[in-house]
């Protein structure tokens, strides 16, 4: 399954609501994740199952779809969320989505 | 406390072979379905493979880009999972992550690095 993420990157100013989208090459339902990974680090999941926030991440994140068709949110970006965000997909054998660099304006 | 150590990168000739270890404790590693994720320097997240425990039969799925020259195995008496890879290639350049589950991965090694040059 082909996983197509966008933008590939972005800039935004601290505050703003930033999204991101995900789309799977065939039906997923709603077996998708997404992640945070800073440089030199593992991956940090932050939402599993399309839209569930993972335990002890700020709310701040989001996540929505089913199907083939998912998207990210973060409602107020904090400079801290400056990383390269990943969405995955576990319907069938797992794949990760292009990833999207987000960085501060 | 979950922890995952990885171990066993280098620089690998191509066409060789390297194996990497992933050390476990923290948890029944029998119990778990253990993964191997990979990135190229620069790149995306790419999904090398996993193995299932026992209780799903300690079956083993992989990525079409690795198929047939990587393997991964467990020995759940050290709860160590293992990558062995074989015939390797310069584009099998990366840090190898090792991760509990498949789906839903909450935890994470800190990554090897392999490079794979002549």
């Known amino acids: 399954i082909q996983m197509t993420q966008s933008p590939s990157s972005l800039s935004a100013s601290v505050g703003d609501r930033v999204t991101i989208t995900c789309q799977a090459s065939?039906?997923?339902?709603?077996?998708l994740n997404w992640y945070q990974q800073k440089p030199g680090k593992a991956p940090n999941l932050l939402i599993y199952?399309?839209?569930n926030l993972e335990t002890g991440v700020p709310p701040r994140f989001s996540g929505s779809g089913s199907g083939t068709d998912f998207t990210f949110t973060i409602s107020s970006l904090q400079p801290e969320d400056i990383a390269t965000y990943y969405c995955q997909q576990y319907d069938n054998l797992p794949s990760f989505g292009g990833g999207t660099k987000v960085e501060i304006k | 406390e979950v922890q995952l150590v990885e171990s066993g990168g280098g620089l690998v000739q191509p066409g060789r072979s390297l194996r990497l270890s992933c050390t476990a404790s923290g948890f029944t590693f029998a119990d778990y379905t253990m993964s191997w994720v990979r990135q190229a320097p620069g790149k995306g997240l790419e999904w090398v493979g996993f193995?299932?425990?026992?209780?799903?039969?300690?079956?083993?799925e992989y990525a079409a880009s690795v198929k047939g020259r990587f393997t991964i195995s467990r020995d759940d008496s050290k709860s160590i999972a293992y990558l062995q890879m074989n015939s390797l290639k310069t584009e099998d350049t990366a840090v190898y992550f090792c991760?509990?589950?498949?789906?839903?991965?909450?935890?994470w090694g800190q990554g090897t690095l392999v490079i794979v040059s002549s």
């Open positions: 991760s509990r589950d498949w789906g839903r991965v909450v935890y």
């Open positions: 065939q039906d997923i339902s709603k077996y």
């Open positions: 193995i299932r425990s026992k209780a799903y039969g300690g079956t083993t």
């Open positions: 199952d399309a839209s």
